[in-house]
């Protein structure tokens, strides 16, 4: 057995060492992405994950997008599509961006103290931040402001960025650390815990509204998503599932656009309202009325995003907006998913449309193979119980009738 690192070793020499069959082993070498890139963004690569890329068909602040999103949920982009078609259009109502990060002190003596030498201290900050990261300040970008804030014996140093179209971490953590190394220096009785962005970013907030005048929603149904709405405010079991709906849309876009979606899921489950639904629907001057407020630090540039050619081809096909602007279209498609999951819930339920679309992936979950595909779903449609042991039988039975 090789002693090398599997780290170390190339993709080829890793497949061998998990010793999979044959098949397996095929399945993991059928790849599209280039193996360098893949190699440089991920540690101990095997192989890539597919995952299906559809698009919605949204206009948002009166411009028409055609938004990628990649999801394995069969229901997703028609609700997205459904509910974009249903609402016309999206507005921008607040799109706030800048990034933030911190510098926690421990086992402060004299916390009011060393905050006032802090802020003493602005001018040498931001000299150091600047020459830490100097590209970013090319761009316009940078350090903004810092405050101090106190719980207990702990000081913490809180600070906003301007990372231009980048998430920005990679440039928020070098400024830090440098501020860090700093306040080390000057203040050398003072203990330093760490330096990192928080994923809170209370100032990156983006508002979307949508109007459906009640011409085109029928005044009961608009009433009864109105009540949906304020029930998510007020239960948190009900909030998790309406803020699901909202996610599905959110997560599909910032994953067919090569950003972390992790980044993103932080910041809006770090959101004060992470226990309420994120949207909320109200009647007003004949119209229905939904506005969604999300964390959005997202990325036009950098990153994963013009690196996987496939997240670039997705920002091509946006029209390469920028981060603002692809801030609002994903809060817009998250509004159109909730739309869309609410009407259906109110009137025929979900499972109607759910179903229909499930059936296809549990024909193919049991097998289900060309013209089968097509046969299963029908069938299963049909029958009482849309389940994998249902969907096996009747794949037995189309099997047993298809010419040999
Ligand atoms: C399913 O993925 C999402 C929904 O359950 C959301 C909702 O209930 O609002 C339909």
């Given amino acids: 057995m090789s002693d090398k690192k599997f780290y170390k070793m190339t993709r080829s020499e890793r497949l061998d060492t998990l010793k999979l069959s044959a098949e397996t082993r095929q399945i993991f070498e059928n790849t599209a992405l280039d193996n360098e890139i893949a190699d440089n963004l991920t540690e101990n690569q095997i192989s890539e994950i597919e995952i299906p ?61 060393l905050s006032q030498a802090i802020q003493n201290q602005r001018s040498e900050i931001f000299s150091i931040a600047e020459k830490a990261y100097p590209s970013i300040y090319k761009r316009g970008g940078g350090l903004k402001n810092l405050t101090c804030k106190t719980i207990g014996s702990w000081l913490t140093v809180n600070f906003s960025f301007d990372s231009k179209d980048a998430m920005g971490a990679n440039m928020i953590n ?88 992790r980044g993103a899921a932080a910041a809006i489950y770090a959101m004060e309202k992470a226990h309420q639904g994120f949207s909320t629907w109200h009647i007003a001057d004949e ?49 159109a998913n909730n739309l869309a999951a609410l009407k259906a819930l109110v009137t025929r339920g979900i499972q ?16 289900a193979k060309g013209p089968e595909i097509d046969r299963l779903t029908a ?13 096996q039988q009747l794949l037995l039975q189309i099997k047993k009738q298809a010419p040999h």
């Fill in 53 to 113: 890329l559809g698009v919605c068909f949204i206009r948002v602040d009166c411009k028409d997008y055609i938004v990628p999103m990649a999801t394995e949920e069969p229901s997703v982009i028609a609700a997205a599509n459904n509910g974009a078609k249903l609402a016309g259009n999206f507005t921008t109502i607040r799109n706030e961006r800048l990034m933030s990060g911190q510098i926690v002190f421990y086992d402060v003596c004299d916390t009011e103290k």
């Fill in 174 to 261: 070098t400024i830090l650390e440098a501020i860090a190394d700093h306040f080390r220096t000057v203040f050398p009785n003072e203990k330093v815990l760490f330096a990192v962005l928080t994923n809170e970013n209370q100032h990156c907030r983006t508002t979307v509204e949508t109007r459906i005048s009640l011409e085109k929603i029928k005044a009961g149904t608009a009433e009864k998503i109105v009540k949906a709405s304020e029930y998510a405010q007020i239960d948190s079991a009900r909030a998790a599932t309406h803020n699901k709906g909202i996610m599905n849309g959110v997560e599909a876009v910032i994953l067919a656009t090569g950003n972390d979606s």
């Fill in 379 to 391: 069938e299963l449609k049909k029958s009482a119980a849309m389940n994998s042991e249902t969907a």
């Fill in 287 to 335: 119209a229905l009325v939904g506005e969604i407020t999300l964390s959005l630090p997202i990325a036009a540039a950098g990153g994963a995003t013009h690196v996987l050619p496939k997240a670039k081809a997705a920002h091509e096909l946006l029209g390469d907006p920028d981060a603002l602007t692809l801030a609002s279209i994903i809060a817009s498609i998250g509004l």
């Fill in 352 to 367: 109607a449309g759910h179903m229909s679309l499930q059936a296809r992936s549990l024909a193919l979950s049991v097998g």
